[in-house]
């Protein structure tokens, strides 16, 4: 079975960087998207950026020109460039896949926190 394991979540002050990574394992096939979700307590979860497999990306209003989805394939890693953090951006990010057969694979999440 597939699996999705994220990376690289903390504790920045607004202003701040991350790099969430998540890396794929037990040979998930056929991508053909490639997301980046968010949660906060008392919120929806929210779809941030996702990557298609001809590499279009598209992005939530609320992070265009500050984050940036990208991936490695050749490592199977998704991973999301944080830049210019907001307190706003604290949630658990989660990564996710979905394959050209409609397949859905999710990750255990990592948590930002971003302080004033």
């Known amino acids: 079975q597939g699996q999705l394991v994220e990376s690289g979540g903390g504790l920045v002050q607004a202003g701040g960087t991350l790099r969430l990574s998540c890396v794929a394992s037990g040979s998930i096939f056929a991508p053909r998207t490639m997301s980046w979700y968010r949660q906060a307590p008392g919120k929806q979860r929210e779809l941030v950026a996702h990557?298609?497999?001809?590499?279009?990306?598209n992005y939530a209003d609320s992070v265009k020109g500050r984050f940036t989805i990208s991936r490695d394939d050749a490592r199977n890693t998704l991973y999301l460039q944080m830049n210019s953090l907001k307190p706003e951006d604290t949630a658990v990010y989660h990564c996710?896949?979905?394959?050209?057969?409609?397949?859905?694979?999710w990750g255990q999440g990592t948590q930002v926190t971003v302080s004033a």
């Open positions: 996710s896949i979905t394959t050209v057969w409609g397949n859905e694979y």
């Open positions: 990557i298609n497999s001809g590499g279009s990306r």
